[in-house]
């Protein structure tokens, strides 16, 4: 069974900082990329930032410049360091892998079970 384990979330003020971490279990094989996702009461789940295997980035318009998706390959682990919080970023943080396990020979998304963000303002 795959696990997403999610830490990092809390409350800040606005303007602070938060790092948000995710550790996939160790049945994980290969993982094809990772991503955060976050999802507002009432709202949709959306993108907020993906990374490749290579390395490659990317960050939906609203955060650039303030928030910063890194993965440590040997640990299986995605961390979202992020910066001048705003209120409107309360949500539900959720972690995405797009990975394959021992048992299976094709790939699927994983997901996290989330972690609360709050921003006060």
């Not at 999802?39 to 490659?56: K, N, T």
């Not at 440590?72 to 949500?91: F, G, R």
Request: charged residues 10%.
């Amino acid at each position: 069974q795959v696990q997403l384990v999610e830490s990092g979330g809390g409350f800040v003020q606005a303007g602070g900082s938060l790092i948000l971490s995710c550790a996939a279990s160790s049945n994980i094989i290969i993982i094809n990329s990772m991503a955060w996702y976050r999802q507002a009461p009432g709202e949709q789940r959306e993108l907020v930032s993906h990374i490749a295997i290579i390395g490659g980035t990317t960050y939906t318009n609203s955060v650039k410049g303030r928030f910063s998706i890194s993965r440590d390959n040997a640990k299986n682990t995605v961390y979202l360091q992020m910066n001048s919080l705003k209120p409107e970023e309360t949500a539900v943080y959720y972690c995405n892998a797009y990975a394959r396990t021992y048992s299976s020979t094709s790939y699927n998304n994983y997901w996290g079970q989330g972690t609360q963000v709050t921003v006060s303002s």
